[in-house]
T-cell receptor
């Protein structure tokens, strides 16, 4: 069975600094998709970034980028120039072909002024 | 384009009652998935519907059921409510079924269900 592990329950960063959230996953599949979702205190789940496993290039969305290491089954999220609005719970998620989304347990990120 | 909408946003029910939650996907999206989020169990997949057919089902008892209508709107029903059913229920929609190139999911704001 596929599993997603986020080993950092909580992290904090100062405004304008950079922070990296870790995620590892376990699968025997070769084709799959990886996502990072953000859930702020409003509880609205927001898609941050997506990575297709067949793409070697790391995905980037403005201040958010990933470091996708397929062989190591690692998918970390880097947030540059952190802002107070980045304070949220961050979930790493895995989706294989024709299957459901599997979430990690989340990392609570606090951005301090 | 309007996002995923869920109604009601908050609900309080008594043990033994039943409840129906509604989800309207983003216009043009044909796949709807449901998740339960609790502090103890995290985010757990309930089921997915695509073109009115259930594609996938999570490990939940038969008290949890769902359906999808021809306009892609979906409902989930929980019968004989238990205290442990208290949770945030999230609905997500996608253009295509999950696990496909256009299967990335966009979430609604959730329905907070409290069972007393």
């Amino acid at each position: 069975a596929q599993t997603v592990t986020q080993s950092q329950p909580e992290m904090s960063v100062q405004e304008a600094e950079t922070v990296t959230l870790s995620c590892t996953y376990d699968t025997s599949e070769n084709n799959y998709y990886l996502f990072w979702y953000k859930q702020p205190p409003s509880r609205q789940m927001i898609l941050v970034i997506r990575q297709e496993a067949y793409k070697q290039q790391n995905a980037t969305e403005n201040r958010f980028s990933v470091n996708f290491q397929k062989a190591a089954k690692s998918f970390s999220l880097k947030i540059s120039d952190s802002q107070l609005g980045d304070t949220a719970m961050y979930f790493c998620a895995f989706m294989r072909n024709t299957d459901k989304l599997i979430f990690g347990t989340g990392t609570r990120l606090q951005v301090f002024p | 384009k309007a996002g995923v909408t869920q109604t009601p946003r908050y609900l309080i029910k008594t043990r033994g009652q039943q409840v129906t939650l509604s989800c309207s996907p983003i216009s043009g999206h044909r796949s709807v998935s449901w998740y339960q989020q609790t502090p103890g169990q995290g985010l757990q997949f309930l089921f997915e519907y695509f073109s009115e057919t259930q594609r996938n089902k999570g490990n939940f008892p038969g008290r949890f059921s769902g359906r999808q209508f021809s306009n892609s709107r979906s409902e989930m029903n929980v019968s004989t409510l238990e205290l442990g059913d208290s949770a945030l229920y999230l609905c997500a929609s996608s253009l295509a079924p999950s696990g496909t190139a256009e299967g990335e999911q966009y979430f609604g704001p959730g329905t907070r269900l409290t069972v007393t």
